[in-house]
């Protein structure tokens, strides 16, 4: 498998490049907001892009999808997301040459949020950041944030994450550095503490010394 994070500018958003070594053929994740870093990552690799997904409609991860629909990439591609495209459900399974993509529906950050997982990776989009979490803009949102970390916290440990920004402290962690040290899953198993350091987080992040 080649599996590449790219820098994708915007508020250090994170593309992804997916591809099977033998047959070249190719997925994009995120290729945004600058589809021009992206694109130039695909061609340096001569892979064929298959599919372009977005981990949630927000759009610094999805506006770069209308430069993919107009410049000629080879075979046509195909946009998969929970959103206006091909609609993804939870536990949807595709092919990408000898790879098999697994999607995982994650609401909570959106409605339309998901994680990708290939091989031991997992990509997680704004639903899980390395040492934080996606935001959300209700208590309704946030009980099903809770839910969907929930779910994905229950891959095996040795799981990497690859998140939608460059927010903690390295660019990829895995399920178990998470477990022991995201103070938003260590509260998993409860709810109310977990709302708490939602709304607490600013503060909580200065006496922590998070930045
Ligand atoms: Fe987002």
Redesign the pocket.
Known sequence: MFFKQIESGGDRNYAYLIACEETKEGALVDPSPDPLKVIKVVNKEEVEIKYIINT?S?F??SGGNDYFRRIEMGKPVTFINCGEDTKITDGLVLNLGKLILEFIHTPG??ADSICIKVKNKLIT??TLFVGKI?GTYSEEDARMEFESLKKIMKLPPDTEVWP?HNYGIKPSSSIGFELTSNPFIKRLSNFNEFLWLKKNWIQYKYEHGIK
Request: glycine fraction near 30%.
């Open positions: 949630h927000h610094d991860h950050h959106t989009g704004d996606g939608g």
